[in-house]
């Protein structure tokens, strides 16, 4: 799968990548969303710059939330596969994330 991944601080032009990395699989109490789309927010910009609330851990995904559908579920997860959601996670601009089932 294809994420946007970035591994230095600095103007998003200059240091945003997209990567081809391994499909997540869901741990306990998670869901896997295929991703149908993702908005460019000024919070997403400012956290690749490090000028947001949260310090990113390098290297980082991109992106903060999304809507898709979910494809695959962890342990103990209590939805169903094939449903439309929203969500927030660090990585958004990816084909696929892992979420919390909340």
Avoid: C, H
Wanted: aromatic residues 8%.
């Amino acid at each position: 799968m294809q994420t946007v991944n970035f591994s230095a601080i600095g103007k998003p032009a200059d240091t945003l990548q997209v990567i081809d990395t391994f499909l997540p699989e869901p741990g306990p109490g998670e869901v896997r969303i295929k991703v149908i789309a993702s908005p460019i927010n000024p919070s997403d910009l400012m956290f690749v710059q490090n000028l947001y609330g949260i310090q990113p851990e390098l290297p980082s995904g991109a992106g903060f939330e999304g809507v898709g559908i979910v494809d695959a579920l962890g342990e103990g997860v209590t939805m169903r596969t094939g449903i439309r959601v929203s969500f927030t996670a660090i990585g958004a601009w990816s084909e696929y994330v892992l979420a919390n089932q909340r």
